[in-house]
């Protein structure tokens, strides 16, 4: 089971080693919340929900399954720049705290979705940005007719967590 293989790892890692590390694990409810919420405030990718008494098997099943797995997706706002000639996405930019464009890379626009244009606000679902990169997994949503061009600014973006290099 997941908590016999866990077992097993606490006993054999004494410590935390530079290239093996043991993830955190809670296990009341209120362990849950706690490790939830600090994840999500720490910019975390997101939690996993394992049953404890399942055996392992390998691969993934397509759905369902002893696990489940919880992203921390954010949403911003975005204009798209250019409509891109190859592939059926778009070139997206936020704007900086001096109103220069800021590229956040591109998103794909699915067949059941009108292409956006050129200027047109557009509501993406995303896991993080990388800093002075791109928007990572992102989801167009739809089109924003609300908002104006300047509420697509930078300081929206959620950044990808930092990590410490070995």
């Given amino acids: 089971t997941y908590l016999r293989r ?6 054999t890692l004494s410590v935390d080693g530079d290239y093996l590390k043991l993830v955190p694990t809670a296990f ?10 600090r994840l999500r405030d720490e910019n975390a990718e997101g939690i996993v929900f ?10 993934r099943p397509n759905s369902g399954g002893s696990q489940l797995k919880f992203k921390f997706c954010a949403s ?5 720049l250019n409509v891109n000639k190859t592939k059926r996405s778009v070139s997206l930019v936020v704007f900086d705290e001096n ?11 699915y067949p059941n979705m ?8 557009v509501e993406i679902k995303y896991l993080y940005y990388y800093k002075d ?6 989801v167009l949503l739809g089109v924003r007719d ?15 967590q930092e990590t410490e290099e070995a």
Avoid: M, W
């Fill in 50 to 59: 394992k049953d404890l008494r399942a055996k392992y098997t390998p691969g």
């Fill in 146 to 160: 609300d908002l104006h061009s300047s509420d697509c600014n930078l300081s929206q973006l959620k950044l990808k």
């Fill in 99 to 109: 109103d220069k464009p800021i590229e956040v890379g591109n998103v794909t626009v």
């Fill in 133 to 138: 990169g791109s928007l990572f997994q992102p």
């Fill in 114 to 121: 009108s292409i956006p244009q050129p200027g047109t606000i």
């Fill in 6 to 11: 866990l077992e097993v790892l606490r006993n």
């Fill in 76 to 80: 911003a706002s975005c204009v798209v």
């Fill in 28 to 37: 009341s409810t209120e362990e849950k919340r706690f490790l939830y919420n």
